[in-house]
């Protein structure tokens, strides 16, 4: 079965403290790329980042940081000194190759607290 | 600037009545996909087209109906067969419908039922 499971479903975090969001997914391909996306009050989804199944290397970007963790199947998101305009939404999203679909977890809401 | 539009950003619907809510793209992409949204959920797929005069159901089809006349556009109807149409419906494209393509989303329209 294809799946993404978000289990934190509501993180509160003091402003400036570093924060993690899990990720994990389940798939029997061996083709897939994962995402995250982001979507503030105004309900947009945003694009954060893409990566695909072979490519393990850790990406960072500015505060963001991505853990891709093929051994335990996970893709975790990680924001260093978090400011209160992090506040949001975040899902991750597996897309895979039968179907052309893109399973997307529950997400997680940040609240980033002043 | 390049991007997806949708209108309206809300929308009321009577007991019994069809509505359409329009998405519509400049961004040159092959591939349009409708999602609903409800609370607390992660997005569903209800159909997506890959191309134009072209379309698949998703995993929530039933009660929808799209077009695909115009690479740019891909309107969804929600008709009186949807019987709890309240939700949030975002649209997204991406350049082609293979995996590696990233999806970009649009603003997202409100329904709700009167």
């Known amino acids: 079965a294809q799946k993404v499971t978000q289990a934190q479903t509501e993180i509160s975090v003091v402003e400036k403290e570093d924060v993690t969001l899990d990720c994990v997914y389940e798939t029997r391909d061996t083709t897939y790329y994962l995402f995250w996306y982001k979507q503030p009050p105004s309900g947009e989804l945003v694009f954060l980042i893409r990566?695909?199944?072979?490519?393990?290397q850790n990406e960072i970007s500015g505060r963001y940081s991505w853990n891709f963790q093929k051994s335990t199947s996970s893709f975790n998101f990680t924001i260093t000194a978090s400011q209160v305009v992090d506040s949001a939404v975040y899902f991750c999203a597996l897309r895979f190759i039968v179907d052309d679909k893109i399973i997307f977890g529950k997400g997680t809401r940040l609240h980033i607290l002043p | 600037d390049g991007g997806i539009t949708q209108s309206p950003k809300y929308l009321f619907r009577k007991e019994g009545q069809n509505v359409t809510l329009s998405c519509e793209q400049n961004?040159?992409?092959?591939?349009m996909y409708w999602y609903r949204q409800d609370p607390g959920q992660g997005l569903r797929l209800i159909y997506y087209s890959q191309i134009v005069n072209d379309f698949q159901k998703g995993d929530i089809a039933e009660g929808y109906s799209v077009s695909r006349e115009k690479k740019e556009s891909f309107p969804l109807t929600v008709t009186s067969a949807q019987k709890n149409p309240t939700a949030f419906y975002l649209c997204?494209?991406?350049?082609?419908?293979?995996?590696?393509?990233?999806?970009?989303f649009g603003p997202g329209t409100r329904l709700l039922v009167l």
């Open positions: 990566r695909n199944s072979f490519d393990e």
């Open positions: 961004l040159n992409h092959d591939a």
């Open positions: 997204a494209s991406s350049r082609q419908g293979a995996i590696q393509e990233t999806q970009y």
